[in-house]
């Protein structure tokens, strides 16, 4: 490791450069890598939901579809809009009263159903199917065509126009997610640092590191919004450490190597590499837990993070290094004293009252544990969307005015009979909440022979082996009302076609309520457990992996259970990436604490010199740490217009300090209490002398 540090010293400038050729492909890189706005796209693919929008695509040329509300326009008007849309790349299908009666089939001899279906007092509704998936480009370009041919008097909803909202609301905050990320963090480090310049060298590095991260995103084909937008952040908060550690441990390589800058430098990122290496392993260790998840959204953003956490070490021992040296005098000329207090009453005030933090923890932990497994969760992620937006307007104005807040779509087998369809239908229209339920047959008519029905129109609902059915939903996705609702029917399609499916956001999401269910149980088991093996690696101890994950999962309890006293509700993620994120990031705070401790121990000092030295040196770092943690997030959070993503850096900042304050006072406490058990099942806590007198009486005895 000295030998690659004296390589980097020595070719600083050339890194320099290296670093600034490789921005180039990763830039191109990163704007050539398509962004997935469809959460429930990342459902397994097996499972019936998926497997019916396959078939709906392959048998139907149909993949996603949007309904559109049509305000006091003339049945005219309405046909003449319902062509123009048919007319945009990427339309499949339009359906409307207006279209079908214009057809050869007489006005007349339609249903009654079939009028009430379409239309309510003065508004209009027409169905427009698309030839390719809900949140496909081309979707999205015909919903963004379809929006500016048609009138103001036209409301288009749906997953589509929402996922195009969202598509344009994450584009235009992103880029500001970085900027405030980064503005409040160098305000954190001018204060906590002992120069005002050295903070932009960090960012900078930084900054390398996440474009190169993002950039090679494109080997992953895709990455969802949710990555996109917290990658940058959390890869701040999160490797912002490693740069705080290189920067101290070259300032007190100087004292040792005064008159050689690039020999301090050389042990400094040798040091550096070291324990950076060691420490990153638990972070990448929790993003690592994600990709297990059967949701795949998980494995998105847990390889991105991970991969983000290795770019970053890199960037941290090649380019901060390099930047200082041929900025050193700059930054000399720009220290200033050290701001933050040495904390010393602080650590001997916790020590002293160990019992007293640790009967608070032992208070804090029933209602924590509580409010943890009773806080709301919410599946409808454009719930938190502004009310401003067009999707969201229009899904409003449906709901308001057809008292219809979801439409499932009902696959069976062309060969089912009209006499067992109608009958099937009838049956789910008695389901509480069903609006309407209607197929080909309740469409056309019993007076209407199906081989004189055109082409056209047959071909939207029925192909050779399967017919579409439109069920219409007042209760909204991911409520109770509508999972109970989706399982009735479920009951109902088995009796009449064993091999029929039920697709749509509805029964997706319900779907994905079960399958994250367990993948957070999967989840929070497997980061739990690697980061407890690393630990018990890294300490050789069977104690202190216990003691260490219990106090940060406290402050992971705290977090999430907060939402529970707030009456607030989090995202079916929230929980996911908090658990794995928070663990991983922060349980570095109570390693550097235990590594000092252990020091001390080593040394021959009593448990309580030796817990008040660790506490006091280790502080300041927590401190900083959290506090830059802290900073990335929760600007992001105040500002972000995107509910979910405001809520996970809430989660992150909050996170943050409560495992800062959880480590500073607990983890001391509890080093106090359990330091007999600790050096007797941990390697290196006791002096030699120490262990020849164990050794010693153990023969004896």
């Known amino acids: 490791m000295l030998k690659f540090g004296e390589w980097i010293a020595k070719h600083r400038a050339l890194i320099l450069i290296f670093g600034v050729v490789m921005l180039l492909p990763s830039a191109m890189g990163y704007l050539n890598t398509r962004v997935n706005y469809d959460i429930l796209s990342y459902l397994p693919k097996d499972i019936n939901t998926m497997v019916g929008q396959d078939i709906l695509k392959d048998e139907f040329g149909q993949g996603g579809f949007s309904l559109v509300m049509v305000e006091g326009m003339s049945d005219k008007d309405v046909a003449a809009t319902a062509e123009k849309i048919e007319g945009i790349d990427h339309v499949s299908k339009v359906l409307c009263y207006q279209s079908l009666t214009n057809c050869t089939i007489p006005k007349e001899v339609l249903p009654s159903d079939v009028y009430d279906f379409f239309n309510k007092g003065d508004n209009t509704m027409m169905a427009v199917f698309f030839d390719d998936t809900t949140s496909a480009d081309g979707t999205l370009n015909a919903i963004e065509e379809m929006r500016s041919i048609t009138s103001k008097q036209c409301f288009i909803s749906g997953m589509s126009a929402i996922t195009l909202d969202m598509k344009k609301l994450t584009q235009s905050e992103t880029l500001i997610y970085a900027v405030i990320a980064v503005i409040l963090t160098s305000i954190v480090l001018t204060v906590t640092m002992d120069s005002f310049l050295i903070p932009l060298f960090f960012m900078l590095s930084i900054g390398f590191a996440v474009v190169w991260n993002l950039g090679s995103n494109i080997f992953l084909g895709q990455i969802s919004f949710i990555t996109q937008a917290l990658a940058m ?39 550096t590499i070291t324990s950076v290496v060691g420490s990153s392993f638990t972070t990448v260790a929790g993003f690592l837990a994600m990709c297990f998840m059967t949701f795949t959204l998980g494995l998105d953003l847990g390889i991105v993070m991970a991969k983000g956490v290795v770019c970053g070490v890199i960037a941290c021992v090649t380019i901060l290094p390099a930047m200082i040296l041929l900025f050193d005098k700059a930054i000399a000329k720009t220290s200033h004293r050290d701001f933050l207090p040495e904390f010393k009453r602080t650590s001997g005030f916790i020590v002293k009252n160990s019992w007293i933090f640790l009967t608070a923890a032992i208070v804090v932990l029933i209602p924590a544990v509580y409010g943890n497994s009773h806080y709301g969760v919410y599946y409808k992620l454009d719930s938190t ?75 939207i609902l029925k192909s050779d082996e399967w017919q579409l059915m439109l069920i219409g939903s007042e209760y909204e996705v991911a409520s109770d009302a509508v999972n109970a609702q989706v399982s009735e029917l479920n009951k109902i399609i088995q009796k009449y076609d064993p091999n029929g499916m039920l697709i749509g956001e509805a029964p997706a999401t319900k779907d994905l309520i079960t399958i994250t269910d367990k993948d957070f149980k999967v989840v929070n088991f497997l980061s739990i457990g690697a980061i407890f093996l690393i630990i018990a690696f890294t300490f050789k101890s069977v104690s202190l992996p216990v003691i ?22 989090l995202s079916f993620i929230a929980p996911i990436v908090i658990g794995t994120i928070q663990l991983g990031a922060t349980v ?72 800062m304050v959880v480590v500073i006072t607990v983890l001391p406490s509890m080093f106090m209490v359990f330091d007999k058990v600790i050096c007797k099942t941990s390697v290196g806590f006791l002096p030699k002398e120490s262990k020849n007198k164990y050794e010693y009486r153990f023969k004896n005895a």
Request: net charge negative.
């Open 385 to 459: 969307l502004p009310a401003h937006l067009d999707s969201v307007i229009a899904n409003t104005k449906l709901a308001e005015e057809y008292n219809m807040n979801s439409t499932h779509i009902l696959m069976v087998k062309s060969d089912m009979t009209a006499k067992d369809a109608n009958k099937m239908l009838s049956e789910m229209k008695d389901v509480d909440g069903v609006q309407f339920a209607m197929g080909f047959n309740s469409l056309v008519g019993s007076a209407i022979p199906e081989e004189v029905v055109p082409g056209e129109i047959k071909s």
């Open 548 to 569: 260490l994950v219990s106090v940060i999962e406290l402050a992971i309890m705290i977090n999430l259970g907060t939402a529970c006293y707030t009456g607030s509700k």
């Open 588 to 659: 570095d705070y109570a390693i550097l604490m235990t590594t000092r401790y252990r020091t001390e121990r080593h040394s021959g000092r009593d448990k309580k010199e030796s817990v008040g030295i660790a506490l006091s040196t280790s502080i300041k770092s927590i401190i900083t740490s959290a506090l830059g943690f802290f900073a990335a997030t929760v600007g992001v959070a105040l500002y972000s217009d995107i509910g979910l993503i405001s809520e996970l850096c809430m989660l992150l900042a909050r996170g943050a300090l409560i495992s």
């Open 233 to 271: 952040v959390l890869q701040l908060g999160v490797t912002m450490d490693y740069s705080i550690f290189l920067w101290h441990s070259y300032k007190e390589q100087q004292k040792y190597y005064p008159d050689s800058r690039q020999e301090a430098m050389a042990h400094a990122i040798a040091a």
